[in-house]
């Protein structure tokens, strides 16, 4: 049996954009501070490069606009380019309004910068929650054809529990979405994250390996892993903050390269849009783009 593919996703935002510092850094001092997010993607398109892997980069638009050279150097190594919203505002922050504004202003840039089409979604911080799933409907309505803004997980800025673990789709009159959940693993009432980003670094790596494996060997199912640019920079400036974000920010940011380089190692990846579209729910589904560079 062909080992599964899993979607390798990279959310391309700078240290000073992460919702733990909301309150602490202005968005109106960002421009004044110092970026690190086009060396540092950089250098993860390296590190996908040595291991012969394409992913999808969720690209904010607040960054898109300011380099949009790095935005062309992610779609022409063959990634696929979709989007992170503009501002990395919070969708339940935000009024429906707010959030189609900021949704169309990040598609453009995103857009103009890769000359590619945008057909995927993340929302910062997974901020589609219960107080937000008319995010969904907004998404359709804009013509998205995937969205994977749900983590399926209790969580104090994020979650939904009770949504299913595994990719589906939404439909409404006005059209359909397919979700991509964050991935977990079941176990016994409760889900548990093994999906990337902080989970990667403060734990130890056998936990993502044994949960990748779990939902590969056993659900047979892909798992959809993802990552930050600055979370492969152990020396990004220090901002301060409280001393529970600074855990969750700068804990094990040193050892997160070598992990990732293991994952690669340890199991298959692929772009979003390739996984979503070889799960037997999707096959049939003619409307899922699927462009032909990210299949093999």
Not at 207 to 229: C, K, M, Q, S
Not at 272 to 282: C, K, Q, R
């Amino acid at each position: 049996m062909d080992p599964i593919v899993n979607a390798m996703t990279i959310d391309v935002e700078d240290y000073f954009h992460v919702s733990v510092f909301d309150g602490v850094v202005p968005r109106q001092r960002w421009p004044d501070l110092e970026s690190r997010v086009c060396a540092n993607t950089d250098r993860l398109l390296i590190i996908l490069e040595e291991a012969d892997v394409k992913a999808t980069f969720f690209v904010l638009g607040w960054v898109a606009e300011r380099w949009p050279q790095l935005v062309r150097r992610i779609a022409e190594r063959g990634h696929e380019i979709a989007s992170h919203g503009y501002g990395h505002r919070l969708v339940y922050d935000q009024t429906p309004r707010e959030f189609r504004e900021d949704l169309r202003r990040a598609k453009g840039v995103v857009e103009d910068a890769a000359s590619v089409t945008v057909f995927g979604y993340r929302a910062p911080s997974y901020s589609v929650t219960p107080r937000s799933l008319w995010a969904l409907d907004i998404l359709i309505e804009e013509g998205f054809r995937y969205d994977a803004s749900i983590f399926p997980v209790h969580h104090d800025r994020y979650g939904i529990p009770v949504s299913a673990r595994h990719a589906y789709r939404i439909e409404r009159e006005s059209g359909a979405l397919w979700e991509a959940p964050a991935s977990t693993v079941r176990c016994g009432a409760m889900n548990l994250p093994i999906a990337g980003g902080g989970y990667f670094r403060i734990l130890p790596y056998g936990w993502t390996r044994w949960g990748i494996d779990r939902l590969n060997r056993v659900e047979r199912r892909p798992a959809i892993f993802y990552l930050h640019p600055w979370e492969i920079d152990p020396d990004q400036p220090r901002l301060d903050a409280s001393m529970l974000s600074r855990f969750r920010h700068y804990r094990n940011l040193d050892k997160t390269e070598s992990r990732l380089r293991a994952l690669l190692r340890d199991f298959r990846f692929g772009p979003m849009l390739s996984v979503l579209a070889l799960t037997s729910d999707a096959r049939q589904d003619s409307s899922l783009p699927l462009p032909l560079p990210y299949l093999w």
